[in-house]
């Protein structure tokens, strides 16, 4: 049960990091060799590897940051992550299998989309975490979305 | 707290179940005299008692499930259900009664509506729980939704 | 821990409390000198005052409640909120702060809106809240939206 709420704590820190635009302390969410994937469900359930991001180290996280932060051109938006309490899965030693419902909902100031906020992006993450000095970090977090269509400017991770 | 920590729990293996699409367990999710029904706000908040699904065993459930499966035609389409932290609302001897708020998306995959994430039921479970060797059941779920159009392939449980 | 499971109860009675248009329970959620604060991100981030709501004691709460109930002229509406898990911020002394990530989606009944529910305006709480006679409240709430545009008719307190 700790464990099931130090999970919850961790992802909304996660989410709260993202929605704040402090894009700069994700790659902390993760270990040095931790990976991040962003796929389809469609591709998720038959197994193929296509991915909308495919992160295999902090160093690639903090690329992809700077990137979003310093040179893709795109029109800015806000977004709002909100995620049911998760399941603990498994536990095998230091390694937790999780996975959590979210939602995430876009709002495109200044205009553009009017201002009002849309579902953005739905799925699960499923996540294999460890423990480092004490504190719970990805090795793996896989989001896997529903929606077939991501809007075109899908520029922030999830 | 435990229990509320269990019903979370609960509330999110419910969810997983019913969007990766393993109907055939949602079912055990209920006791063999359990009941589940979807109703609109409306007719709840007025005691009447039309309902979307009133299903009051875990025959019926099991027969709704092979009619969602094997014999209703319809465009599939993926849900996902984003569940709040549930609220205990009582507990005499075995049982236990909470709520919870949901929100429910929709992505019909392969061209209908583009493959985009949409809103499609948004509510609160009315649960009574008991506990059946050592593991929480459903003697009754009420899901009692918002909305009054329901889109009209709604086929799968909420 | 225990911390963190009481306020994700107290979000889900708020949200119940609002949900069930029982507005005549909200301003009991704060302490007599309470603020509930509903202000756009655009202004919180760059620290204008201006706000949809601020609401600077408990009696400015219920003579709100009255507006809500009593005379403002309005479409009714129904509201559905789905919070995710609380994260603690600190705790010193009495006075705990904690965040929530949550979205509020609305039905508009009887044929305005065609019954659909829609995404009506997400943010997250940023709360203060101090314990009174063994129970948490909210010395001061502060929904900041991440909605620009809203919908013109915000009437009740998210």
Known sequence: MLLHHEIDQLNAEYAAALDDRRFEEWPEFFIETGRYT????????????????????????????????????????????????????SQIRNEVCAEAQYAVFRTRPGGAGGGVSEVYNVGRYIDTLVRVEGRLRFKSRLAVYDSEMVLNSLIYPV
Do not use: C, W
């Open 38 to 89: 962003l796929q389809a469900r469609e591709n998720f359930d038959q197994g193929l590897p296509l991915a909308l991001m495919a992160l295999e180290s902090r160093g690639m996280m903090k690329d992809r940051v700077y990137g979003v932060t310093q040179t893709i051109y795109h029109g800015p938006y806000y977004t709002r992550h909100v995620v049911s309490p998760a399941r603990v899965l």
